[in-house]
């Protein structure tokens, strides 16, 4: 009898050292998977930022434009300030000579747009070398800049 509970504990072992060497490969190949994951994921994010700059008529004006893809989603930020003079008024913003949206001047002279196909909206597919040109209802030109 003594020779099979030895036999028994011999077996145990085995098993409670086989089951602890199963859950170290899983964990090992979880964590693996978790480290490779970043590399295999969607394509990083492509940015392009174009600085604007106010036209003769509205020197003071100031912003930037900013467009961004990543994995097939994208999202465009134009954004202006210091155009007090303007506040109230309603801008259309053209990129590439096609028209994106329009934003109104607060009071504080900021306006802002942004759109995301992410909501659903258009956004240019790229604007690499294109032209932001921001102008009054009357066409006057405010700010522009190139990406």
């Known amino acids: 009898m003594n020779a099979y509970v030895t036999q028994r504990r011999v077996i145990d072992g085995r098993i409670i050292v086989g089951a602890a060497m199963g859950l170290l490969l899983a964990a090992m190949l979880l964590a693996s998977l978790l480290i ?7 394509s990083a994010a492509l940015i392009k930022k174009a600085p604007l700059s106010g036209s003769s008529a509205f020197p003071s004006v100031n912003g930037e434009a900013k467009w961004k893809s990543k ?3 994208r999202e465009l930020e134009i954004q202006i300030e210091d155009a007090t003079k303007l506040a109230g008024k309603r801008l259309s913003v053209r990129i590439g000579g096609k028209l994106v949206g329009h934003m109104k001047v607060s009071a504080l002279g900021r306006a802002r747009l942004v759109k995301s196909t992410e909501a659903g909206q258009s ?13 009054t209802g009357s066409g006057s030109l405010v700010a522009s800049g190139s990406f």
């Open 36 to 42: 490779v994951q970043p590399a295999n994921a969607k």
């Open 71 to 73: 994995g097939g989603e």
């Open 123 to 135: 956004v240019p597919a790229s604007v690499a070398g294109k032209t932001v040109k921001i102008s």
